[in-house]
C-alpha cells in the first residue's frame, strides 16, 4: 500500500483535539505528531482548516442487494458510504430474501469485500421478518454478526421478543428494534395530527412508537440483554430510553438525520419523497430531537439509507414505499442539527465512536471480521479515517448521487460542512468529495 500524509488538520480523538499530522503507511496509522517530514514517495492529503477523524460508521444502510438491486447494490451503496465519509456500513436484512440464514449472510459479506469499504450485516431476528420462529442467530453470529433486526417492521409478539433477547444473551450480540406497534399504526402514512386530518391521510401516531420502546425496555430489564432502538423520532423517546440508561440498563438508542432536519409540513404537497418510517414528526419534536442531539443523549447518527427504485416513489403518496437516501448527506445533517459552535469531538461522537461501539467494530472487539473503527486516532490504529471542512459551502444535487436511486428529498438544499476525504483501510477512496 501507498503512504498518505494527512497534514495539518484539526486531529479529533476521543475526548481532545489538536492540530496536527497523520501518516498512514500499510493501512496503518503510524504517526500522529505536530509536524511529521513528509517521507519519500508519500502522497500528501491538504487538511488545513479541516476536522480529521475516524472514519464514520453507518448502523443502519438499506443496500437492497439480494433482490432489489434496482434501487441500489452492495457496490453503489458502499460507494455513496465513501462520498459521505463513512467507512463502515451495516447492511439491514429486509433485503428480498431476508439475511436470515449463513448463506445470505455469506453473500453480502463476500460482496462486501469487493468495495472500497467495510461491509458488516445486520441479521433478521425472525425467519422472513415474519416475527414468528428465531432466525439461527448462532449460526449468523459465528460468521461476525453482531447485530440482528427485522428492520422494516418491529417484532410485534413480545413473546418472541423476549426469546429472542434471552436467547442473544448469551451469544454476545445487540438486538434492533424497529419501534412501532403496527396495529396502531396500519394504514398510515404521515405522523398523525392535525395536519394528516387537514390532509385527508390516515396517521401514524407516536404513542405507535412509544408503547414499543416502553415495553421492550421492560423486556431488557427482564432478560438483561442490550438493545438498540432504531430511528427514534419523538422526544419522549428518547426520554424513556435515558431514563433506562440511567437506571443502569443496557439500552442504546440512533436517530435519523431526516428527523433532525424535516417535519411533517414537508408532507403538505404530497411528495412521496418525504414519507419515512417513523414518518417525519411534528416541529416540536425535531426541535426536541435536537436539543437532545447537543446534550447527549443520542449514541448515535444513523442514516436509515433506504433507496427505492423511481417508479415506486412516483406512486400517490399513501402508496409508495416509505423511505429516503441519506448515506451522502448525513454527516453535514448531522453538522446542521448539532448548530452553533460544533463540537468536533461529540460529531465524531456521534458518526464514527458511538456507532462503532454499538456495532462492536472497534479494536478491542476481539471478534471483528472487518478493519477497526472509531479508533483514537493514535500510532497502531487501523487506517479509517475521513477529512471533514466545516467551513464548507454546498448545494445539494440529486444529480450528483453515488447512489442508483435519486429519492432523496434534499435536491437543491444549502449544506454547510462536508467531507472532503474518505480514507478506508489505509487506501484513499474519496479526495476533493469525489471518489479517486
Given at each position: 500500500?501507498?503512504?498518505?500524509?494527512v497534514?495539518g488538520?484539526?486531529?479529533?480523538?476521543?475526548?481532545?483535539?489538536?492540530?496536527?499530522?497523520v501518516l498512514?503507511?500499510?493501512?496503518?496509522?503510524?504517526d500522529?505528531?505536530?509536524?511529521?517530514?513528509?517521507?519519500?514517495g508519500?502522497s500528501?492529503i491538504?487538511?488545513?482548516?479541516?476536522?480529521?477523524?475516524?472514519?464514520?460508521?453507518?448502523?443502519?444502510?438499506?443496500?437492497?442487494?439480494?433482490?432489489?438491486?434496482?434501487?441500489e447494490?452492495?457496490?453503489?451503496?458502499?460507494?455513496?458510504?465513501?462520498?459521505?465519509?463513512?467507512?463502515?456500513?451495516?447492511?439491514?436484512?429486509?433485503t428480498?430474501?431476508?439475511?436470515?440464514?449463513?448463506?445470505?449472510?455469506?453473500?453480502?459479506?463476500?460482496?462486501?469485500?469487493r468495495?472500497?469499504?467495510?461491509?458488516?450485516v445486520?441479521?433478521?431476528?425472525?425467519?422472513?421478518?415474519?416475527?414468528?420462529?428465531?432466525?439461527?442467530?448462532?449460526?449468523?453470529?459465528?460468521?461476525?454478526?453482531?447485530?440482528?433486526?427485522?428492520?422494516?417492521?418491529?417484532?410485534?409478539?413480545?413473546?418472541?421478543?423476549?426469546?429472542?433477547?434471552?436467547?442473544?444473551?448469551?451469544?454476545?450480540v445487540?438486538l434492533?428494534?424497529?419501534?412501532?406497534?403496527?396495529?396502531?399504526?396500519?394504514?398510515?402514512?404521515m405522523?398523525?395530527?392535525?395536519?394528516?386530518?387537514?390532509?385527508?391521510?390516515?396517521?401514524?401516531?407516536?404513542?405507535?412508537?412509544?408503547l414499543?420502546v416502553?415495553?421492550?425496555?421492560?423486556?431488557?430489564?427482564?432478560?438483561?440483554?442490550?438493545?438498540?432502538?432504531?430511528h427514534?423520532?419523538t422526544?419522549?423517546?428518547?426520554?424513556?430510553?435515558?431514563?433506562?440508561?440511567?437506571?443502569?440498563l443496557?439500552?442504546?438508542?440512533?436517530?435519523?438525520?431526516?428527523?433532525?432536519?424535516?417535519?411533517?409540513t414537508?408532507?403538505?404537497?404530497f411528495?412521496?419523497?418525504?414519507?419515512?418510517?417513523?414518518?417525519?414528526r411534528?416541529?416540536?419534536?425535531?426541535?426536541?430531537?435536537?436539543?437532545?442531539?447537543?446534550?447527549?443523549?443520542?449514541?448515535?447518527?444513523?442514516?436509515?439509507?433506504?433507496?427505492?427504485?423511481?417508479?415506486?416513489?412516483?406512486?400517490?403518496?399513501?402508496?409508495?414505499?416509505?423511505?429516503?437516501?441519506?448515506?451522502?448527506?448525513?454527516?453535514?445533517?448531522?453538522?446542521?442539527?448539532?448548530?452553533?459552535?460544533?463540537?468536533?469531538?461529540?460529531?465524531?461522537?456521534?458518526l464514527?465512536?458511538?456507532?462503532?461501539?454499538?456495532a462492536q467494530l472497534?479494536?478491542?472487539?476481539?471478534?471483528?471480521r472487518?478493519?477497526?473503527?472509531?479508533?483514537?486516532?493514535?500510532?497502531?490504529d487501523?487506517?479509517n479515517?475521513?477529512?471533514?471542512?466545516?467551513?464548507?459551502?454546498?448545494?445539494?444535487?440529486n444529480?450528483?448521487?453515488?447512489?442508483?436511486?435519486?429519492?432523496?428529498p434534499?435536491?437543491?438544499?444549502?449544506?454547510?460542512g462536508?467531507?472532503?476525504?474518505?480514507?478506508?483501510?489505509?487506501?484513499?477512496?474519496?479526495?476533493?468529495?469525489?471518489?479517486?
Amino acid at each position: 500500500m501507498s503512504s498518505l500524509l494527512v497534514r495539518g488538520g484539526l486531529v479529533v480523538g476521543p475526548s481532545t483535539s489538536s492540530v496536527g499530522d497523520v501518516l498512514v503507511r500499510d493501512g496503518v496509522i503510524v504517526d500522529v505528531s505536530d509536524t511529521i517530514a513528509l517521507p519519500p514517495g508519500c502522497s500528501e492529503i491538504d487538511a488545513r482548516g479541516c476536522w480529521v477523524g475516524p472514519g464514520m460508521v453507518d448502523l443502519h444502510a438499506h443496500l437492497r442487494e439480494p433482490g432489489r438491486e434496482a434501487a441500489e447494490t452492495i457496490e453503489s451503496g458502499a460507494h455513496a458510504g465513501a462520498i459521505g465519509g463513512f467507512t463502515a456500513l451495516v447492511a439491514m436484512p429486509n433485503t428480498e430474501p431476508a439475511l436470515d440464514n449463513v448463506a445470505l449472510v455469506s453473500y453480502v459479506l463476500d460482496r462486501g469485500t469487493r468495495t472500497p469499504i467495510d461491509v458488516a450485516v445486520a441479521g433478521a431476528i425472525t425467519v422472513g421478518r415474519k416475527g414468528e420462529s428465531l432466525a439461527p442467530m448462532a449460526e449468523m453470529a459465528a460468521l461476525g454478526v453482531r447485530l440482528f433486526t427485522d428492520d422494516g417492521i418491529g417484532v410485534q409478539d413480545p413473546s418472541v421478543m423476549r426469546r429472542a433477547l434471552t436467547y442473544a444473551r448469551p451469544l454476545g450480540v445487540r438486538l434492533a428494534q424497529h419501534c412501532e406497534d403496527e396495529l396502531l399504526a396500519a394504514g398510515g402514512s404521515m405522523n398523525e395530527g392535525a395536519l394528516s386530518s387537514r390532509l385527508g391521510l390516515v396517521g401514524r401516531p407516536a404513542l405507535a412508537e412509544e408503547l414499543m420502546v416502553m415495553r421492550d425496555i421492560e423486556l431488557v430489564r427482564l432478560t438483561g440483554a442490550p438493545l438498540h432502538f432504531l430511528h427514534l423520532s419523538t422526544i419522549r423517546s428518547l426520554n424513556l430510553v435515558d431514563a433506562a440508561r440511567r437506571e443502569g440498563l443496557p439500552v442504546t438508542c440512533e436517530v435519523a438525520p431526516h428527523h433532525l432536519t424535516l417535519d411533517e409540513t414537508s408532507c403538505q404537497g404530497f411528495d412521496a419523497l418525504f414519507k419515512v418510517h417513523p414518518p417525519l414528526r411534528a416541529a416540536s419534536d425535531v426541535e426536541g430531537l435536537r436539543v437532545a442531539l447537543r446534550s447527549g443523549l443520542v449514541d448515535a447518527v444513523a442514516s436509515d439509507h433506504a433507496p427505492h427504485a423511481p417508479e415506486l416513489k412516483d406512486l400517490a403518496f399513501d402508496e409508495a414505499p416509505a423511505g429516503l437516501l441519506g448515506l451522502e448527506y448525513s454527516a453535514s445533517l448531522t453538522f446542521e442539527a448539532l448548530g452553533g459552535d460544533v463540537d468536533p469531538v461529540q460529531f465524531f461522537s456521534l458518526l464514527s465512536r458511538g456507532p462503532a461501539r454499538i456495532a462492536q467494530l472497534r479494536r478491542d472487539d476481539l471478534r471483528v471480521r472487518h478493519s477497526a473503527h472509531g479508533g483514537a486516532l493514535v500510532a497502531g490504529d487501523d487506517a479509517n479515517l475521513v477529512v471533514f471542512d466545516p467551513n464548507a459551502r454546498w448545494t445539494a444535487s440529486n444529480a450528483t448521487l453515488h447512489s442508483r436511486a435519486t429519492n432523496s428529498p434534499y435536491d437543491g438544499r444549502a449544506l454547510v460542512g462536508q467531507v472532503r476525504s474518505t480514507i478506508a483501510k489505509g487506501t484513499l477512496v474519496v479526495h476533493e468529495a469525489e471518489l479517486v
